[in-house]
């Protein structure tokens, strides 16, 4: 069955402190996409890839970085926390043309 | 950059009532529409896609797309108290790798 898993599945960091979030797929899709969703603003789209070694910004990239070390894994990565990126992170995965398949979130609080 | 509206931002309809839902693309060459459903607290679980102008139903559900107004409704017949959800619209490009939401629909249904 087509799963994405994140880990955590929740975290409370200190401003300023490093965050990782993790995503792994076993869907063997190309694409990856992580995403933040704050009220009021539906899903924003952070960072994504479309393949092991690659990652592109997408449209509210600023105060995060990505990692694609491998098909199956794509992490987004706070190096200096801040109060702002206080959220849920939505991990997904896909292929071009078809529907991202989402994992179950991380809900992430900076103090 | 690409953008995806929807509207109304809210909407309350009586159970057994019908709910219609909005969205459009800012991206002339947008080629993919797919519409999710998110209740509270959980992830968003894709709902139905449309590629192509006309219409196409399932069970309750009927989704539109007018290619050449970049515009597709989902519209939801004898809505149900567990309809009641976050409906989100996105969309890609055949040439692109990236998937845009836009902000939802919360859909309340009152018994």
Redesign the interface.
């Known amino acids: 069955e087509a799963a994405v898993t994140q880990s955590p599945r929740n975290k409370v960091a200190v401003t300023g402190g490093k965050v990782t979030l993790s995503c792994n797929q076993t869907n063997n899709h190309n694409n990856m996409y992580w995403y933040r969703q704050d009220t009021g603003h539906g899903l924003r789209l952070i960072h994504y890839s479309y393949g092991a070694g690659s990652t592109e910004k997408g449209d509210i990239p600023d105060g995060y970085k990505a990692s694609r070390p491998s098909q199956e894994n794509f992490s987004l990565i706070l190096e200096l926390a801040t109060p702002s990126q206080t959220s849920v992170y939505f991990c997904a995965s896909g292929d071009r043309g078809q529907a991202p398949l989402f994992g179950e979130g991380t809900r992430l609080s900076v103090l | ?1 690409q953008k995806v509206q ?1 509207s109304p931002e809210s909407l309350i309809v009586p159970e057994g009532g019908m709910a219609s839902l909005n969205c459009t693309s800012s991206d002339r060459n947008v ?2 529409f ?1 519409w ?1 459903r998110q209740h509270s607290g ?5 709902l139905m ?1 449309i ?1 192509s102008n006309g219409e196409k139903e399932e069970g309750r559900f009927t989704v539109h797309l007018n290619k050449a107004s970049l515009h597709t409704s989902l519209h939801i017949r004898d809505s149900q108290p567990s309809d009641s959800a976050l409906y ?1 619209c ?1 969309a ?1 490009t ?1 040439n692109a ?8 629909t919360h859909l309340h249904v009152l018994p």
């Open positions: 950059q929807q080629d993919y797919w999710y959980k992830s968003p679980k894709m896609s590629f989100l996105a890609s055949t790798y990236k998937v845009i939401f836009g902000k939802g």
